[in-house]
């Protein structure tokens, strides 16, 4: 089993900042995958940024420059640093990790939440 813990959610203005954080915590060294999600209003969880024990990162196409996904793999942490913010980047943003074996584990989601 594999807990996740995330923070960094919040209110901000379009154009400003927030970094989101997960720590994993539990079966750590069979995590393979972190990444995060999201789900904004009326719509479907959807695929933000993942990124590989080994640092290959993938993003979807709306956040690309905008977006950076990190890890930490010494915290088994993974963080999403998310700049230029606009109001369609609204939703929960749920972090995931996979594991060797395949499975799939989620965070409890923090709110981000962007005015214009």
């Known amino acids: 089993q594999v807990q996740l813990v995330e923070s960094g959610g919040g209110l901000v203005q379009a154009g400003g900042s927030l970094r989101l954080s997960c720590r994993a915590s539990g079966l750590i060294s069979s995590i393979n995958v972190m990444g995060w999600y999201r789900q904004g209003p009326g719509k479907q969880r959807e695929l933000v940024a993942r990124i590989t024990r080994g640092g290959i990162a993938n993003y979807e196409d709306s956040v690309k420059g905008r977006f950076t996904i990190s890890r930490d793999n010494a915290k088994n942490t993974v963080y999403l640093q998310m700049n230029s913010l606009n109001p369609e980047d609204t939703a929960v943003y749920y972090c995931?990790?996979?594991?060797?074996?395949?499975?799939?584990?989620w965070g409890q989601g923090t709110q981000v939440t962007v005015s214009s």
């Open positions: 995931n990790v996979e594991t060797y074996t395949t499975s799939n584990y």
